[in-house]
């Protein structure tokens, strides 16, 4: 029985006096969170009479309402027109709501002007720079206003931008669902560090060995320096594709918010038109930032916890897989760190934004932890495998593909293994759980796939690397020398030592292989022109748009290169060798992460991001609320605020409003039936109360009214049967499953 000396427990912390200082710390630091939530904040309403009016050269006018403001479109748009007196704000989190009316100006060149609010203060770190449009769409807008430090200067601006705009009143109302939301965060955070302390504190009744414990330390370690952007305020929020999905996450919050579950269709988006990416991406992990999205967090709060979530977790299981692997804690941690800190996915996350891409490398370990056991014969792999196919599937569709084509020609080249009664069982079990687990995705993906489609591409969009891009740095991907070393190690390694018969030899080849041929496939060195030809093939790997998605693949294969080097110089009892080429290629990985990573850690970020307001226009977009136009339904084209339609053919409209997923028609018709594009992109699910719907050629809900009605038509969206019949499958699968688990545990225990 151990001694009391060393033995923690609850009722001897007066033993621990460190302890109850960091108890008494985090008490403070709870009490400050929550009182810093509840403290009271200034509460203004302003009018046009009460705000200062900085207009030079135009003259404000009234509108019916009472609104004040410019009615002339194409006037004032160089000038604010109003601005709020110089306001002390304390730090903390705001709302302010805008009521108004407004009418886009469209200028000579086509471009779209909206009215715009925007933030001000002349002393530097007290709030970030913010800048929003108002949607002409609506009379009232929320936007969201983030105070760092207490601001004396703070005032708030409105512009028309030449557009028609007047303006009724402006708010300023603290955020208290938000800082309620951080404050509660805040207690969740601390009780996680607390189990964990637990964990690692000796004498501690929960306490792990120490190896686990520098283990631990060492996946925390590598999880914070990927994550060392986001540490910064608005850090992180940057890339290619950031907009995109964080119109994604506002896009999902507000289907759920309209009671859509599972999402399929964003209402809101396209100016009110509706655009349907949920039927092509798999975004389920999604369904998380933007539940606290509903929740009421900052939606920049939101993808930056996103973020920190996808790097711990790929960070734990990339350790989990390769422990079982390698079966050895310090080669796991090495991998860990060569994969989670690799150059491709540092720039998928800070350069690319790549939010899919950056998820699914989370599941690239469960797979090779699945082939593992599979091919050794180590039981239980379908599990593995269904849930990381799962995982890409959900996740990103091009690396689902590269990675079922590669697992593919592998158990072609492990045939004498492959086709045995065990392993295709295996294969058979985890095929299966992984379709009816996901039949709810699939049903809709795959009779949307072939349907036509405006946008997309139909073959790669980009030639490959350089060689000097591959391995120094591309403006789009890089790779770095690092995992290449781990590879020619590996080679090395084989040449060199006397051959070792057994599984770790034949994985190691394999890995080889596949790290090899994805380097190749990703530069431009690859014949990608004669392959994209191919019948079937060609086809699949053409939808990849970028040959350098390959190196996702060959960061996950040279990881294990790298491991399986070491692992068998250390075999061949050249210790020294086998610390020295750990030290090599993770001293490789540092030196990139040194020079790219102080990119992303301005010592002061100057732009707000994360209010949908922000991206309604877009540099070189044509509508409110761009997304891509991937997919557009054939023969949707751009024009203005919306989509080319057909002109109305014996029909009268009165008015078309829109409530959620609803859109009414007030018509009438005469002797004839009318027909008439609706101002709703066209996707399975509409229906319709009144007459009968169909796909317009200008790719909207086509509406024909039968002859001799007066009144209003209902339209609405609601998933068709067929994709509900899949819900329910999933659903029943999903519950099967966790029931066999649950069984199977508790006749083990």
Same mark, same amino acid.
């Given at each position: 029985?151990?001694?009391?000396?060393?033995?923690?427990?609850?009722?001897?912390?007066?033993?621990?006096?460190?302890? !109850?200082?960091?108890?008494?710390?985090?008490?403070?630091?709870?009490?400050?969170?929550?009182?810093?939530?509840?403290?009271?904040?200034?509460?203004?309403?302003?009018?046009?009479?009460?705000?200062?009016?900085?207009?030079?050269?135009?003259?404000?006018?009234?509108?019916?309402?009472?609104?004040?403001?410019?009615?002339?479109? #194409?006037?004032?748009?160089?000038?604010?027109?109003?601005?709020?007196?110089?306001?002390?704000?304390?730090? #903390?989190?705001?709302?302010?709501?805008?009521?108004?009316?407004?009418?886009?100006?469209?200028?000579?060149?086509?471009?779209?002007?909206?009215?715009?609010?925007?933030?001000?203060?002349?002393?530097?770190?007290?709030?970030?720079?913010?800048?929003?449009?108002?949607?002409?769409?609506?009379?009232?807008?929320?936007?969201?206003?983030?105070?760092?430090?207490?601001?004396?200067?703070?005032?708030?601006?409105?512009?028309?931008?030449?557009?028609?705009?007047?303006?009724?009143?402006?708010?300023?109302?603290?955020?208290?669902?938000?800082?309620?939301?951080?404050? +509660?965060?805040?207690?969740?955070?601390?009780?996680?560090?607390?189990?964990?302390?637990?964990?690692?504190?000796?004498?501690?009744?929960?306490?792990?060995? %120490?190896?686990? /414990?520098?283990?631990?330390?060492?996946?925390?370690?590598?999880?914070?320096?990927?994550?060392?952007?986001?540490?910064?305020?608005?850090?992180?929020?940057?890339?290619?594709?950031?907009?995109?999905?964080?119109?994604?996450?506002?896009?999902?919050?507000?289907?759920?918010?309209?009671?859509?579950?599972?999402?399929?269709?964003?209402?809101?988006?396209?100016?009110?038109?509706?655009?349907?990416?949920?039927?092509?991406?798999?975004?389920?992990?999604?369904?998380?930032?933007? !539940?606290?999205?509903?929740?009421?967090?900052?939606?920049?709060?939101?993808?930056?916890?996103?973020?920190?979530?996808?790097?711990?977790?790929?960070?734990?299981?990339?350790?989990?897989?390769?422990?079982?692997?390698?079966?050895?804690? @310090?080669?796991?941690?090495?991998?860990?760190?060569?994969? %989670?800190?690799?150059?491709?996915?540092?720039?998928?996350?800070?350069?690319?934004?790549?939010?899919?891409?950056?998820?699914?490398?989370?599941?690239?370990?469960?797979?090779?932890?699945?082939?593992?056991?599979?091919?050794?014969?180590?039981?239980?792999?379908?599990?593995?495998?269904?849930?990381?196919?799962?995982?890409?599937?959900?996740?990103?569709?091009?690396?689902?593909? +590269?990675?079922?084509?590669?697992?593919?020609?592998?158990?072609?080249?492990?045939?004498?293994?492959?086709?045995?009664?065990?392993?295709? !069982?295996?294969? @058979?079990?985890?095929?299966?759980?992984?379709?009816?687990?996901?039949?709810?995705?699939?049903?809709?993906?795959?009779?949307? =796939?072939?349907?036509?489609?405006?946008?997309?591409?139909?073959?790669?969009?980009?030639?490959?690397?350089?060689?000097?891009?591959?391995?120094?740095?591309?403006?789009?991907?890089?790779? #770095?020398?690092?995992?290449?070393?781990?590879?020619?190690?590996?080679?090395?390694?084989?040449?060199?030592?006397?051959?070792?018969?057994?599984?770790?030899?034949?994985?190691?080849?394999?890995?080889?292989?596949?790290?090899?041929?994805?380097?190749?496939?990703?530069?431009?060195?690859?014949?990608?022109?004669?392959?994209?030809?191919?019948?079937?093939?060609?086809?699949?790997?053409?939808?990849?748009?970028?040959?350098?998605?390959?190196?996702?693949?060959?960061?996950?294969?040279?990881?294990? =290169?790298?491991?399986?080097?070491?692992?068998?110089?250390?075999? =061949?009892?050249?210790?020294?060798?086998?610390?020295?080429?750990?030290?090599?290629?993770?001293?490789?990985?540092?030196?990139?992460?040194?020079?790219?990573?102080?990119?992303?850690?301005?010592?002061?970020?100057?732009?707000?991001?994360?209010?949908?307001?922000?991206?309604?226009?877009?540099?070189?977009?044509?509508?409110?609320?761009?997304?891509?136009?991937?997919?557009?339904?054939?023969?949707?084209?751009?024009?203005?605020?919306?989509?080319?339609?057909?002109?109305?053919?014996?029909?009268? %409209?009165?008015?078309?409003?829109?409530?959620?997923?609803?859109?009414?028609?007030?018509?009438?018709?005469?002797?004839?039936?009318?027909?008439?594009?609706?101002?709703?992109?066209?996707?399975?699910?509409?229906?319709?109360?009144?007459?009968?719907?169909?796909?317009?050629?200008?790719?909207?809900?086509?509406?024909?009214?039968?002859?001799?009605?007066?009144?209003?038509?209902? %339209?609405?969206?609601?998933?068709?049967?067929?994709?509900?019949?899949?819900?329910?499958?999933?659903?029943?699968?999903?519950?099967?499953?966790?029931?066999?688990?649950?069984?199977?545990?508790?006749? /083990?225990?």
């Amino acid at each position: 029985m151990p001694s009391g000396k060393h033995t923690f427990s609850l009722t001897g912390l007066r033993r621990h006096p460190a302890l !109850l200082v960091l108890l008494a710390a985090e008490l403070l630091l709870l009490v400050l969170a929550f009182r810093n939530a509840l403290r009271p904040l200034p509460d203004l309403t302003f009018t046009p009479d009460t705000l200062e009016n900085w207009t030079v050269e135009t003259e404000l006018t009234a509108d019916e309402a009472g609104r004040v403001g410019v009615g002339t479109a #194409g006037t004032a748009a160089e000038e604010t027109l109003f601005s709020t007196p110089e306001l002390q704000l304390p730090a #903390g989190y705001y709302r302010i709501t805008v009521r108004y009316r407004a009418e886009a100006w469209l200028d000579e060149e086509g471009h779209i002007a909206l009215p715009s609010f925007s933030s001000y203060t002349e002393q530097s770190g007290t709030l970030c720079t913010y800048e929003g449009h108002l949607d002409p769409g609506t009379e009232s807008q929320t936007l969201d206003l983030c105070v760092l430090k207490k601001s004396t200067d703070a005032r708030l601006l409105l512009r028309g931008n030449g557009a028609v705009f007047y303006l009724e009143s402006l708010s300023i109302a603290p955020n208290r669902a938000l800082m309620l939301l951080l404050a +509660l965060g805040t207690l969740l955070f601390l009780l996680a560090a607390d189990l964990l302390l637990l964990r690692l504190l000796p004498g501690s009744p929960f306490a792990v060995s %120490v190896p686990a /414990k520098a283990a631990a330390l060492g996946v925390l370690g590598i999880t914070v320096l990927a994550c060392l952007p986001l540490l910064q305020n608005n850090g992180g929020m940057g890339g290619h594709d950031l907009y995109f999905h964080l119109q994604r996450i506002q896009g999902i919050a507000d289907s759920l918010a309209e009671g859509e579950f599972p999402v399929r269709l964003y209402h809101n988006v396209k100016s009110g038109y509706g655009y349907a990416p949920s039927l092509y991406y798999g975004e389920l992990l999604l369904y998380i930032p933007a !539940l606290l999205r509903l929740a009421g967090l900052d939606l920049r709060l939101c993808y930056q916890g996103y973020l920190w979530g996808v790097t711990l977790a790929t960070a734990l299981v990339c350790y989990r897989c390769l422990r079982e692997i390698f079966d050895r804690r @310090a080669l796991a941690l090495l991998g860990c760190a060569l994969f %989670v800190l690799s150059p491709y996915r540092l720039v998928c996350i800070y350069v690319r934004a790549a939010m899919g891409e950056y998820t699914a490398l989370l599941f690239l370990p469960v797979i090779v932890l699945g082939l593992w056991r599979l091919y050794t014969g180590r039981g239980r792999a379908w599990v593995l495998l269904a849930v990381g196919f799962s995982g890409l599937l959900q996740t990103h569709i091009i690396t689902l593909i +590269l990675t079922t084509l590669t697992v593919f020609f592998l158990v072609l080249a492990l045939w004498r293994k492959t086709f045995r009664r065990p392993v295709l !069982l295996e294969w @058979a079990k985890a095929a299966g759980a992984c379709v009816l687990v996901n039949l709810w995705f699939l049903v809709p993906f795959v009779s949307m =796939a072939g349907g036509r489609l405006s946008g997309g591409s139909s073959g790669l969009d980009q030639p490959g690397l350089t060689l000097a891009q591959l391995l120094t740095r591309g403006e789009t991907a890089v790779f #770095g020398l690092a995992l290449p070393l781990g590879g020619a190690l590996l080679l090395a390694v084989y040449l060199m030592v006397p051959p070792e018969k057994g599984p770790h030899r034949t994985a190691g080849l394999c890995v080889l292989a596949v790290g090899a041929f994805a380097l190749f496939a990703s530069t431009d060195l690859f014949p990608w022109q004669t392959v994209v030809r191919l019948p079937v093939l060609g086809t699949l790997l053409g939808s990849i748009q970028f040959p350098w998605r390959f190196l996702g693949l060959a960061a996950m294969a040279l990881v294990l =290169a790298s491991g399986w080097a070491v692992q068998g110089l250390r075999r =061949a009892g050249q210790i020294a060798a086998a610390r020295g080429a750990g030290a090599a290629v993770l001293a490789l990985t540092m030196l990139f992460c040194l020079q790219f990573l102080p990119e992303y850690i301005p010592l002061e970020s100057g732009g707000y991001v994360g209010d949908p307001s922000q991206w309604m226009l877009l540099e070189n977009a044509n509508l409110v609320w761009p997304m891509d136009d991937l997919y557009l339904p054939e023969g949707a084209e751009p024009q203005g605020l919306g989509y080319t339609a057909a002109e109305p053919a014996d029909i009268r %409209v009165e008015d078309i409003t829109r409530d959620g997923r609803t859109t009414y028609v007030e018509c009438s018709t005469d002797g004839a039936e009318g027909f008439l594009d609706l101002p709703l992109l066209y996707y399975p699910g509409y229906t319709t109360d009144t007459g009968t719907l169909y796909r317009s050629q200008s790719g909207l809900v086509g509406l024909a009214v039968p002859a001799g009605f007066e009144g209003t038509v209902t %339209v609405t969206w609601q998933e068709p049967k067929r994709w509900l019949a899949a819900d329910l499958v999933s659903l029943v699968s999903i519950a099967a499953l966790a029931g066999r688990a649950l069984y199977r545990r508790r006749k /083990k225990a």
